[in-house]
């Protein structure tokens, strides 16, 4: 017997019995009708799926390995202070992932020319356009329960389009600049480094407030990874998309076929 003949109801909701009965062999009737009513756009790419985790990780270990440098913890007696190399290796790690979010950013910024339109989100904000504003207030209304039914969007909503802008790309060029100043520092005079990023230092007043403000960065992006991740979750139980599994497979899966 075959899987079309099991369920009568498959091949009259798709319209096509022999694809319904091999992509769906254990649907029921319900399924399916339920099936043709979704609809899923590849929206993510490969490159920025990649760049969006090993960007993650690299910050969450900057923020740690940053933390520990702003606040040391008390020194470790593991042995004698000549053979131990504790604090060393959080710098180390602190400058490794400095350098790869620096690579990576630089990568996605050649990839949103190149990309789909929905690539480009993260670095141009349609600031003209009055339609666009009164859509990020529609979405502020939402994430506030002040409205029942969201819209769907295909990319990034316009709020969090707003906030990974100045959070994410403002927000990330701010730390490489900081963070390369203050590297500079230990590179050493004349240094090719210090001759790109040393005058900073004096742009800001020193290298104390350069070290404060690269700290109060921080806690800016530590701000936004907490609501980031609150949004994520939130918005693939509550909205009418898919949202954690499309920053993993890069399909945006509809939950209705209603298009406002
Ligand atoms: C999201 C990105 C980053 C975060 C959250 C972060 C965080 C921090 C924090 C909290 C500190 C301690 C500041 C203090 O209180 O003195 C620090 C220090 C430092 N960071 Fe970053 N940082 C980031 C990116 C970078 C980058 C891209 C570089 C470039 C290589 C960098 C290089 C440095 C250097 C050289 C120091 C000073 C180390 C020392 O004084 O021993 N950081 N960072
Ligand atoms: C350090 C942690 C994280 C940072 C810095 C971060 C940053 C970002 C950025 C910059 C984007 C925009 C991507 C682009 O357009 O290229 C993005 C999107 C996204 N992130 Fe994260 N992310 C972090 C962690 C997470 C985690 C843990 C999750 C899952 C729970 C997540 C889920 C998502 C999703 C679903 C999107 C797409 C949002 C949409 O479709 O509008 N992120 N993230």
């Not at 760049?51 to 020194?75: D, Q, R």
């Not at 670095?123 to 003209?128: A, G």
């Not at 921080?218 to 979750?233: G, K, N, S, T």
Request: proline share 4%.
């Amino acid at each position: 017997m075959t899987a079309e003949s099991t369920d009568p109801g498959q091949g009259q909701a798709l319209g096509r019995p022999a694809a319904a009965a091999a992509l769906t062999g254990d649907s029921t009737a319900e399924d399916m009708a339920t099936l043709t009513r979704n609809s899923s756009v590849y929206v993510y790419e490969v490159p920025v799926r990649l760049w969006h985790w090993i960007n993650a990780a690299a910050i969450l270990v900057l923020c740690l390995t940053g933390y520990l440098i702003g606040s040391p913890p008390p020194s470790l007696e593991a042995a004698e202070a000549t053979h131990q190399f504790f604090f060393g290796y959080i710098r180390f790690a602190h400058f490794a992932a400095g350098m790869i979010m620096t690579v990576g950013f630089f990568g996605r910024i050649y990839w949103s020319f190149v990309g789909n339109s929905h690539s480009k989100q993260l670095f141009r904000l349609p600031l003209l356009n009055r339609k666009w504003w009164s859509e990020v207030w529609d979405e502020a209304k939402w994430y506030a329960f002040l409205k029942k039914r969201p819209k769907k969007y295909v990319g990034h909503n316009p709020l969090a389009q707003i906030a990974m802008f100045f959070f994410m790309t403002v927000g990330m060029s701010f730390m490489i600049l900081t963070g390369f100043a203050l590297y500079s520092e230990g590179v050493g005079r004349g240094s090719l480094i210090d001759r790109i990023f040393g005058p900073l230092l004096d742009v800001v007043g020193g290298s104390q407030m350069m070290h404060q403000i690269h700290h109060l960065g921080m806690w800016a992006i530590v701000i936004f990874i907490i609501i980031h991740i609150y949004a994520a979750i939130r918005e693939d139980i509550m909205s009418r998309k898919s949202m954690v599994s499309t920053m993993i497979s890069g399909t945006r899966t509809f939950k209705d076929d209603d298009p406002n």
